[in-house]
C-alpha cells in the first residue's frame, strides 16, 4: 500500500541552526501539508501546497519556515533558524484531491536544545 | 470561526461499551468531516469521514452522527476493544484547508 515517507524520524539540533525535514508524499497525490503537533497535544496545520506553490498557511508559519518541491517527488519544510519551542513532532500529509482525506506519514521528531 | 471544538479530552471506557466523542464547529463552509485515528509514535489514520448532507455514517463498529443545524458531530465506537485505545481527532476541512479538533485520548479497560 502506497505511503508517506518522512525523514528523519528524530533530529536533535541546536537553537539557531537550520533544519530541514523531508518527505516522499504519495505518488499520484496532488495537495500537500506539513502540520506539528506538541508532545500529547492537537495537531496544528502549518501549510498546504498544491501546484507547486503555498496555498494557505497558519499563523505560525512565519518567515522561518519555508517549504519546496525541489523535484518531482520531495516535500521538504526548512526551519531557517530553530528556536526551543519549535520542538514537535512535524507530519507531512498528501491526498490526491483538496478533501479531508489526508494520508499522513509517521511523522519527524524535532528537539531542539 | 475556524476553530473545531472537540471533548472530551480523555475518556475510560469497558471492553464492550459504547465510547462516544463529540465535535463542534462554527464555520458553514466546512464541508468535509473526517475523524483521525492515532496510536502512540503513529501519524495521524483517517478513521471514518461524513459529508454535511447526510447525518450518518456507519463503518464496522464505528458510526459518525452529524447535526447540521446544530452545527454538532460526534463518533460512537460500538464494542469497544483495548484495541480501539488510541487519541482520536475531528477534524473540518472546506478546500484544502483541514482544521483538527485537540484530540480525546481514549482508553479501553480490558
Known amino acids: 500500500e502506497p505511503e508517506v515517507t518522512q525523514t528523519p524520524s528524530h533530529q536533535v539540533t541546536q537553537m539557531g541552526q537550520e533544519v530541514i525535514l523531508r518527505c516522499v508524499p504519495i505518488?499520484?497525490?496532488?495537495?500537500f501539508y506539513w502540520y506539528r503537533q506538541i508532545l500529547g497535544q492537537k495537531v496544528e496545520f502549518l501549510v498546504s501546497f498544491y501546484n507547486n506553490e503555498i496555498s494557505e498557511k497558519s499563523e505560525i508559519f512565519d518567515d522561518q519556515f519555508s517549504v519546496e518541491r525541489p523535484d518531482g517527488s520531495n516535500f521538504t519544510l526548512k526551519i531557517r533558524s530553530t528556536k526551543l519551542e519549535d520542538s514537535a513532532m512535524y507530519f507531512c500529509?498528501?491526498?490526491?484531491?483538496?478533501?479531508?482525506?489526508?494520508?499522513f506519514g509517521e511523522g519527524s521528531r524535532l528537539t531542539v536544545l | 470561526q475556524q476553530q473545531v471544538k472537540q471533548s472530551p479530552q480523555s475518556l475510560i471506557v469497558q471492553k464492550g461499551g459504547i465510547s462516544i466523542i463529540n465535535c463542534a464547529y462554527e464555520n458553514t463552509a466546512f464541508d468535509y468531516f473526517p475523524w483521525y485515528q492515532q496510536f502512540p509514535g503513529k501519524g495521524p489514520a483517517l478513521l471514518i469521514a461524513i459529508r454535511p448532507d447526510v447525518s450518518e455514517k456507519k463503518e464496522g463498529r464505528f458510526t459518525i452522527s452529524f447535526n447540521k443545524s446544530a452545527k454538532q458531530f460526534s463518533l460512537h465506537i460500538m464494542d469497544s476493544q483495548p484495541g480501539d485505545s488510541a487519541t482520536y481527532f475531528c477534524?473540518?476541512?472546506?478546500?484544502?484547508?483541514?482544521?483538527f479538533g485537540k484530540g480525546t485520548r481514549l482508553h479501553i479497560l480490558p
Open positions: 477534524a473540518a476541512s472546506m478546500g484544502d484547508k483541514i482544521i
Open positions: 505518488s499520484n497525490h496532488l495537495y
Open positions: 500529509a498528501s491526498c490526491i484531491l483538496n478533501t479531508g482525506e489526508l494520508f
